[in-house]
């Protein structure tokens, strides 16, 4: 089983919509959370850190649910160029980060 | 955010060559960097943790005799493929740790190198 397990997709929406995702971890001593995004034959980027409180960054908001070993990202008002691989990240005490395999998003006019 | 350079951006040798990539955060120290390699489509694979002033640490699975890997300062770490042959061809990307406060960091990714050996 992987340690950090997404849904790969894609998720297809049209401009305007609210799309979220999700993303497993197994290793409960994680500590440290993140989302980026991965443009095709590009380097990743971050999009934001994870707290445990929540945290919102314009129309991009992110959650973690320690108990239930699960993050969340959920994007608002899609735009065409949100389309893009969403990859989440967890890392523990090492900081050694572990990827998700990425969930792809198409967002069409 | 934050800026890690990563060089040469693409790079095409011939079997049996070696080939350094160069990652340099540009604007704050990186004790830690990562390197990663990802085939089309699929996920990020870590290769191996480099810490400045010490060996890396490899991945299962990774030849450290075929990625030499050096961490010299604090700013730059460069990874060499030794011998290259054509299954190495990939993407190879690195990454630094940029520390936000005691606690807290963020990796920033470079724009990744492009290995092609024929």
């Known amino acids: 089983r992987k340690e950090v397990e997404q849904d790969p997709g894609p998720f297809n929406v049209p401009e305007g919509a609210t799309v979220a995702f999700n993303c497993t971890y197994s290793?409960?001593?994680?500590?440290?959370f993140f989302w980026y995004r991965q443009d095709c034959r590009k380097e990743p980027k971050l999009l934001m850190s994870v707290y445990s409180s929540g945290n919102e960054d314009g129309r991009f908001t992110a959650q973690l649910n320690r108990a239930s070993q699960y993050i969340s990202l959920l994007i608002r008002d899609s735009k065409l160029s949100d389309s893009a691989t969403y990859l989440c990240?967890?890392?523990?005490?090492?900081?050694?980060?572990?990827f998700g395999r990425g969930t792809s998003l198409i967002v069409h006019p | 955010g934050a800026v890690v350079s990563q060089h040469p951006s693409r790079v095409i040798c011939k079997s049996g060559t070696s080939v350094k990539i160069e990652c340099r955060s540009l604007?704050?120290?990186?004790?830690?960097m990562f390197w990663y390699r990802q085939f089309p489509k699929q996920s990020l694979m870590l290769m191996a943790t480099s810490n400045e002033g010490s060996k890396a640490t490899y991945e299962q699975g990774v030849e450290k005799d075929k990625f030499l890997i050096n961490h010299a300062s604090l700013t730059l770490s460069t990874l060499t493929v030794t011998s290259a042959h054509p299954e190495d061809s990939s993407f190879y990307i690195c990454?630094?740790?940029?520390?936000?406060?005691?606690?807290?960091?963020?990796?920033?990714f470079g724009p990744g190198t492009r290995l092609t050996v024929t």
């Open positions: 604007d704050f120290q990186a004790t830690t």
């Open positions: 990240v967890a890392a523990g005490g090492s900081y050694i980060p572990t």
């Open positions: 290793n409960s001593a994680s500590q440290s």
């Open positions: 990454s630094a740790l940029k520390w936000t406060s005691g606690t807290s960091y963020e990796q920033y």
